[in-house]
């Protein structure tokens, strides 16, 4: 009872603001103070393993987290690089400057079914996209074959390595004109 008494009385004399109280506060804060500093110092570690063993599974799958976003991420700036390299050489490839010619870009899509298709490669466009037989097919380093056959979605283009294959030339120095060969 007298604590209770003694407790109360302290409550009493610290919210009025009476200044011995005060004093005595202040007074144990400034003994105390520098004894809580060190205190803090030592537990601080031992409370960041303790916290590390609790927090562990969360941290691990936060890592594992966060490592798959960074592959995706890096996979993402791989394609996108990948995708400006194809687009260089895309706009490349369009851009011929030697023709003043409409173009269309075709994907090579592999060889024509058949045995003897050694000369001949099979792209994706056709004669709904603008192309006819016997049309030049170019690239920005120079003539690649002529459409052979068109259909409305694919055609066939003859290599200039065939050996069927003709082509009128004019030489570039002299004017002189000729029929280059494939084969």
Known sequence: MILIMGALTLLTLQYRGAEPLSA???GVRDVIEPLRTVTDRVISPVRSVWNGLLDY????AENERLADELARMRGRRLTAEADGELLERLLGEVEIDFAELDTVVVRILGTPPGNFSTHTIEVDKGSD???AEGMP???GAGLVGRLDSVDRARSVVRLTVHPDFRVGVRLVASQDEGLARGG
């Open 24 to 26: 005595f506060q202040r």
């Open 57 to 60: 599974d969360d941290l691990r």
């Open 129 to 131: 996209d603008g192309l």
């Open 137 to 139: 097919v170019v690239t």
